[in-house]
């Protein structure tokens, strides 16, 4: 494929998607700022921070130096919601103004309530294209079977993106709902923190899932509420990233709310998912207030997290409105 594709991030999912792009493309950049990590994938062909037992392909070559994006034709975002804005203010000047630019990450700023997708759209333009599915980057690094949705407002660069994107392992479908796509991204992560602080709780598993039911009602009522489509919560990027993250170990946002269901004191300098649940738990909340949407869900995990009720008395309080 004539394409350059160029990935900034070289964390766990960058890296990994990284190597099934690789599989389709003459040459991708994986543009980082550690220049000892970006040698070692240069010299020794292995992110030796992430995956220090998997060769990466020699076709990635890591770079320092964002000039190097220069002409890629599509350039994917694999980096926390935190860094995005100051990523595109540095990247701005550099790319070509035809290049896709596409995010994988499930976050919103705050306070602005903008998506990942609507930073870009300030910087770029509004055809960007959003990734997001129930993806382990761990799982796409082996090459296990994985499938995702993508969603662009133009279909075109949709093409290009699942062109690159797809292997034989990993499966791609494109929907029409850039909004439902980031915004499923986000409430996933609310409904398994909510799960989590029940199981720390040791909530009984009846209950447990029925949450999860509540949860996902939840969703779909939300996601219409914001202009989204109800039938993207029914796909990968919602339903199947819901699921996975709110029953699975491997989740950071189900391991948070374990930790305070438990009642755990958690040290949230060192942290970082914990800033970055929080800030998505207080958008969610100001979005169903803004759009006059009342969630149990997003109000029990608002109550727990943010408000520091105990545990035990928030989930009373939600036990009392399921019906």
Known sequence: MDLKVGVIGAGALGTAISQQISKNVSQLILFLRNRDLCDDINNLGYNTQYYPNSRLND???????????????IIFLAIPSSAFRQTLRDLQPVVKNDAVIVTTAKGIEYPSLKTMGNLIEEYFDENYVAVSGPNFASEIMLDLPTVTNIASRSYENSLKVKQVLTTKQLKVKIIDDVKGIEIC???????AIANGICEGMNVNENARFGILTKGFKDTIMIIEAIGGKSETVHEYCGFGDLIL?????????????????????IDEQASGIVFEGKNSIRAIKDICLDNEVHSDIVNFVFEVIIKKTIPTKAFNKLWENIE
Do not use: F, M, P, W
């Open 59 to 73: 076709n990635i070559r890591a770079s320092v130096d964002i000039d190097d994006l220069s002409d890629c034709d």
């Open 185 to 191: 991204g986000v409430l996933k992560n609310i409904n």
């Open 245 to 265: 993250t709110s029953t699975s170990y491997e989740s950071r946002n189900h391991t948070l709310g374990i930790l305070y269901g438990q009642r755990l004191i």
